[in-house]
């Protein structure tokens, strides 16, 4: 049985989001958590809160155990990119993108 868990609009481009989501492809649910408690990035403290969701929505939906459950997919993808523009020399502007991500973890019982 899979469940997933969606994390929108985090204010953090997806190409830094990626390469923690990588880190737990394939691993069990509980040895995830573990590896992202120990990633000195920002982006894993959003990736263990969405991993902490779909293993409570795999528990209460589906009435899974944590210990059986693996994480089957994990995924950054880009979400909104926010356009404001500074002001440069001469009277010109300069264009500034605040990027930001959608995380989708989606947990099996295998």
């Known amino acids: ?47 263990a809160k969405t991993l902490k969701s779909a293993i409570a929505n795999a528990e209460n939906n589906h009435s899974a155990k944590a210990q059986n459950l693996v994480v089957q997919e994990a995924v950054a993808q880009t979400g909104l990119t926010y356009k404001r ?5 001469r009277g010109s502007a300069g264009p500034i993108l605040k990027r930001r991500c959608h995380v989708r973890i989606v947990v099996s019982d295998e």
């Open 1 to 47: 049985m899979e469940t997933q868990a969606i994390t929108k609009n985090i204010p953090m481009s997806a190409q830094k989001m990626r390469e923690v989501v990588r880190q737990i492809q394939g691993l069990p649910a509980q040895k995830a958590q573990a590896v992202l408690s120990m990633v000195p990035r920002k982006s894993a403290r959003y990736v």
């Open 85 to 89: 523009f500074s002001p440069k020399a």
